[in-house]
Structure formats: C-alpha cells, structure tokens
T-cell receptor, first 113, second 114 residues
Framework: GESVGLHLPTLSVQEGDNSIINCAYS??????FIWYKQESGKGPQFIIDIRSNMDKRQGQRVTVLLNKTVKHLSLQIAATQPGDSAVYFC????????????FGQGTILTVHP | DSGVTQTPKHLITATGQRVTLRCSPR?????VYWYQQSLDQGLQFLIQ???????AKGNILERFSAQQFPDLHSELNLSSLELGDSALYFC?????????????FGEGSRLTVL
C-alpha cells in the first residue's frame, strides 16, 4: 500500500520575530533533552540541551524550557533570522540509555524576510 | 561542517541487493552512532559503537549489521534490501560513550531501493 509520510507541524514567522517550538515527550524516565536543527540536505545539528534537574537553559539566541509535570519541552528562538529556517527536532534520552536518542517528529520553521 | 564524513552520498540499488555505508567520525571521537531517517518513521536509532565495541542497539533489523574498525571508522551493512529500506542513513559521533545527547551528524547517505 501507499506509505503515508509524517505530517510535520509548521511554524511561519517574520524575520525579527521570536519563535517558539513545542515538543511533548512520552518517557517519564527521560532525564536529558536535546534540540536539533536540520537544514535541507544536511544532517541534524545540535542546538542546546537541558537536564531534568533544570527547567530553563539559555544559549545564544535560544532558550529551552522544560516542564516535567506535563512532559513538555519548548525551544524559543529570539530575533529569528532566515538562516533559522529548518526542521527542528526535540530528542530525549532515558537515564539508563547510552546515546539511544528518541527523536520527535520535528517542526518545520519557515522565516520570511 | 560537522567533521563526520559519510560515503556514498547517494546510492541506488535493487531489491535483494547488499550495500555498505561508510562513516568516518570526527577526529578524537570514539563513539559512532547510526540512525535511519524515513518519511514515515522519522529519525530512528539503529546502533552505537564505542571504541570498536557495540554499546547500544535500537530497532535494527537482522538484515542490517554494523561494525567499528580499529581506526574508528564504521560501516553499516544492509542486505536483502527491500523497498522499505529506502531512507537517509546518518552516522553521528561523539567523544563520550555515555549519557550524552550532543552528537555530531554527517550529511547522510541516501539509499534508494528500486
């Protein structure tokens, strides 16, 4: 039969706006969360990570928020630029795991000049 | 440029055939990971090696196998290929073998099975 591709959530923003990308995770045992960016034709690129003993972590123009109560993760990008256009994936790593990242489905971010 | 090199970039083959994908990790990285990215399954972990030894295994099919050589490069062997094996195969590397999520991915090998 015909395979059905993942229907990725999309987010369109104007250059200079702030972007918020959300992710729900499923495994209560996950204690380490990571955001990756994948540009067209390239491999995923690490952006920022956060461990479960934190609820917020900031990087350069990016902030990750973690809400363990509702198993929710978000990535905030400040002053979004056209070069930020990509697919963004959250990933989780259970405490007993070695490099066995479980990736979310991804969100397509499009930044309009 | 992540420093991870994968070859070939593109590969077209027929069902039933066998292919080998190659990965050179970043200089100094001892851990190598293989992931599969397909339209219907997303990014899926296949297997991890650390300094030549298998460290973790995901939902890797029995038709697939991998190894890491003494020079730390890795190969993923896919045999008895099926149409559904068509996907992007990524290799990633990291310094650590343990609880790390900071992986450096190559640009992938796109496999098309006809």
């Amino acid at each position: 039969g015909e395979s059905v591709g993942l229907h990725l959530p999309t987010l369109s923003v104007q250059e200079g706006d702030n972007s918020i990308i959300n992710c729900a995770y499923s495994n209560s045992a996950s204690d380490y969360f990571i955001w990756y960016k994948q540009e067209s034709g390239k491999g995923p690129q690490f952006i920022i990570d956060i461990r479960s003993n934190m609820d917020k972590r900031q990087g350069q123009r990016v902030t990750v928020l973690l809400n363990k109560t509702v198993k929710h993760l978000s990535l905030q990008i400040a002053a979004t630029q056209p070069g930020d256009s990509a697919v963004y994936f959250c990933a989780e790593l259970p405490g007993t795991s070695y490099g066995k990242l479980t990736f979310g489905q991804g969100t397509i971010l499009t930044v309009h000049p | 440029d992540s420093g991870v090199t994968q070859t070939p970039k593109h590969l077209i083959t027929a069902t039933g055939q066998r292919v080998t994908l190659r990965c050179s990790p970043r200089s100094g990285d001892l851990s190598v990971y293989w992931y599969q990215q397909s339209l219907d399954q997303g990014l899926q972990f296949l297997i991890q090696y650390y300094n030549g030894e298998e460290r973790a295994k995901g939902n890797i099919l029995e038709r697939f196998s991998a190894q890491q050589f003494p020079d730390l490069h890795s190969e993923l062997n896919l045999s008895s290929l099926e149409l559904g094996d068509s996907a992007l195969y990524f290799c990633a590397s990291s310094v650590e073998a343990g609880h790390t999520g900071e992986l450096f991915f190559g640009e992938g090998s796109r496999l098309t099975v006809l």
